[in-house]
C-alpha cells in the first residue's frame, strides 16, 4: 500500500524553539515511519519580513541541523532547503494569481505580522509578506499530501491553500489533492515564559520569554525558574485563570506522554518551585542528547548531502506537477 503524504516547514527567522519541537517536529519525528514526509527549510518565508542577512544565513543552518538532530530522518523523508527548489517559487507567483485580495486581507498572521513591522517606524510593510499564504500554497500543494501537520496558528493557511485548490481544479481540471491541516497534539500552543498569554515565538524580543532548542542548561533552569505563574501557589490546570502555571504543566505532559489528570495527581501537595524543578529537568534530559547531535552534525558533509539529496528528490515531483499546471493553464506554447 503506498503511504499517505505529508508536507510541513519552519521558517528560520530565529532558532527554532521548545514550542516548534513539542508543537510540530517530534510529530513529524514520530509520522515518519507511517507517512511520505516532505519537510523543508522555509527561507523564502523568511524574507517576509525584514531579515540580517549573516543571522538568517546562521538561523536556517541552526534549523536544518536541529531537523536532523531531533531525529528527522533523510531515509526516510524527503527534507530540504525550500529554495532549492525553484518550482515552489513559481507556483507560488502563478497562486497568486488565483487568489483575492479579499481572502489574503483577512489572514491574521498578516494583520498581525504587518502591524508589528509598522509599530517599529523603521520599515514598510513588505508586499510578500501580503502573499506569505500563496506561496504557502504552493509548498503545500506542489506534492499532492493529504495531511499538513502544523500548530494551531497556522490552520487558516491552510485554509485558503485548500481554498486555491478546488478553485483552481474546478477552473483547470484535476490539479491538485486537496489537502488537510493536522493540528498537532490536542492542539497545545507552548506560551511565552514571561507573558503565558501569548504564543512562546522564535522572533520574540525577550529571551528570558521563550527556550530555544540550544539553550544551555542552566539557561534552562533559569527562564523556567523566572517564568511567569501566579500567586495561589496551586497547581491545578487551568489555562483561563492559570495561564502560566497550565504552559508548564503543557510541557511537562508532553514531554513525559501523560495526561492532565496525570499530571494534577504528580504535583497534589506541592509548590511552585517543585512544579518548575520537575519542568526543568524534563527539558534538561530531552534537549542534551539532541545538542549532543546537533554538535556533531552542525559542520558536517553528511547533512549538507541530505538536503542536496532532499531537494533532488522534491525538484522531480515539483517539475511534473508545475508542468502540469502550466500545461493545464494555457502556458505552455504548445498544448501537451
Ligand atoms: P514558526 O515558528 O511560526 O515558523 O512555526 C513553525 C511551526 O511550529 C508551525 O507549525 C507552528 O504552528 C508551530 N509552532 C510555533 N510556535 C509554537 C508554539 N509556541 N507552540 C506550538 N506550536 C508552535
Ligand atoms: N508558515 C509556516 C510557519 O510559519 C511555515 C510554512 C511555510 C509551512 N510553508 C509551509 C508549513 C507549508 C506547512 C506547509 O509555521
Not at 53 to 58: C, H, I, M, P, V
Not at 303 to 324: F, P, V
Request: charge should be positive; hydrophobic fraction near 35%.
Amino acid at each position: 500500500m503506498t503511504k499517505k503524504k505529508m508536507v510541513s516547514g519552519i521558517t528560520p527567522s530565529g532558532t527554532m524553539t521548545l514550542g516548534n519541537y513539542l508543537g510540530v517536529v517530534k510529530q513529524w519525528v514520530e509520522f515518519q515511519n507511517e507517512y511520505d514526509m516532505y519537510i523543508f527549510i522555509a527561507n523564502l518565508h523568511a524574507i517576509t519580513m525584514p531579515q540580517d542577512k549573516e543571522k538568517l544565513r546562521k538561523n536556517l543552518k541552526e534549523v536544518s541541523t536541529l531537523y536532523f538532530a531531533c531525529g528527522m530522518d533523510a531515509n526516510k523523508s524527503t527534507i530540504f532547503l525550500q529554495s532549492d527548489v525553484m518550482e515552489h517559487a513559481q507556483l507560488g507567483w502563478i497562486m497568486n494569481t488565483q487568489s483575492t485580495m479579499g481572502e489574503l486581507s483577512r489572514m491574521t498572521q498578516f494583520k498581525d505580522k504587518s502591524a508589528k513591522v509598522e509599530s517599529s517606524g523603521k520599515e514598510s510593510i513588505p508586499a510578500g509578506l501580503f502573499t506569505y499564504p500563496t506561496l504557502m500554497a504552493a509548498d503545500i500543494l506542489m506534492y499532492d499530501v493529504d495531511f499538513v501537520p502544523v500548530g494551531v496558528d497556522q490552520k487558516q493557511h491552510i485554509e485558503i491553500a485548500r481554498d486555491i485548490a478546488i478553485r483552481m481544479n474546478n477552473k483547470f481540471g484535476d490539479l491538485f489533492t486537496i489537502p488537510e491541516a493536522l493540528i498537532t497534539k490536542n492542539n497545545i500552543k507552548i506560551m511565552d515564559l514571561q507573558d503565558p498569554t501569548k504564543k512562546m515565538s522564535k522572533s520574540s524580543t525577550n529571551p528570558k520569554a521563550i527556550i530555544t532548542m540550544l539553550d544551555k542548561p542552566e539557561e534552562i533552569r533559569s527562564k523556567i525558574k523566572a517564568a511567569v505563574t501566579d500567586s495561589e501557589n496551586l497547581i491545578k490546570y487551568d489555562f483561563e485563570n492559570k495561564p502560566g502555571v497550565t504552559n508548564l504543566m503543557n510541557i511537562y505532559m508532553i514531554l513525559k506522554g501523560i495526561t492532565k489528570e496525570q499530571a494534577e495527581a504528580h504535583w497534589n501537595n506541592k509548590n511552585y518551585k517543585d512544579l518548575k524543578d520537575d519542568v526543568a529537568e524534563a527539558i534538561v534530559e530531552m534537549i542534551t542528547p539532541i545538542q549532543n547531535r546537533y554538535n556533531e552534525l552542525y559542520n558536517s558533509k553528511e547533512m549538507e548531502q541530505w538536503l542536496e539529496d532532499g531537494a533532488n528528490k522534491a525538484r522531480k515531483i515539483a517539475y511534473k506537477k508545475l508542468q502540469k499546471v502550466q500545461n493545464n493553464m494555457g502556458l505552455n506554447y504548445k498544448r501537451k
